[in-house]
């Protein structure tokens, strides 16, 4: 059997980490001095909490090379090791677990993934699926690299704030962008995030969200959806609402946006996912 492995950032909810049979490696998070590992000792609400009343942005790290290799050992004997990481654009956890790899002597595939969030989460639902028709690992891989390059990956933020505390926009200009009410939509594209439109008031933000889709794809009947948000329900339900009234998807998951890539998006952020 196939052990399905990944890192913290993927944000598939307890459930279906459970029901496919993944096992996580976590990210670790720096809050004010304080290290915490995601999933384990910080959880969703408590991280969003401190990243709100902390005074410098969190900070996130990859698992070590050796955390990597005693996981990997830990699977000895139970059947080949498939590891699917956050995007290596945005984070070193695909270079470390590869050194894991290599260190622990088992037998490892590293596939990254160039996404993050639920964007990362769908391909390991997929991977599991093919695992279980009893596609071996270099059919599995074959498919997933084919699926990522037609991954939509868009990032809603509905505040500038850690953009801002990040040196990535000025303190003035992240005044501006407030006053304005002004929304910033940006998209993972091979692994890296890209700004596609500034939009001025939260109901166009969302409706043009939903208008983005739809220029995407034609047929969503075969789609799943992910959608995670930081501490923002409401907007993530009308999202959903919106998504399933105009293109009847196969099925929509929603779930809190970790730590890892939380810290990107902000207070109120949205990653809607999508192949």
Sequence with gaps: MIQLVTDSSADLPKELLDKYNISVVPLTINIDGKEYLEGVDLMPQEFYEKMCNGKELPKTSQPSPAAFAD??????????ILCLTISSGLSGTYQSACVGRDMSGQDVTVFDTLAGSLGHGLQLIEARKLA????????????????????????????????VKG???????????????????????????????????????????????GERKRDFSDTVFGITHINNLKDAEILRDEIIKRYKPKDIIINYMGATMGTYAGKGGIIVSFY
């Design 167 to 213: 040196g990535r926009l000025s303190k003035f200009q992240g005044s501006i962008a407030k006053i304005l009410d002004i929304k910033v939509l940006l998209e993972g594209i091979e692994g890296k995030v890209e700004i596609i439109e500034k939009i001025r008031g939260k109901r166009r933000f969302l409706m043009r969200t939903i208008d983005i889709i």
């Design 132 to 163: 279980i028709q009893g596609l071996p690992i270099d059919k599995i891989v074959e498919f997933l690299d084919e699926l990522r390059k037609r991954s939509n990956i868009l990032i809603l933020l509905d505040t500038l704030e850690n953009i």
């Design 71 to 80: 996981f990997f050992k830990t699977l000895s004997g139970k059947g080949p």
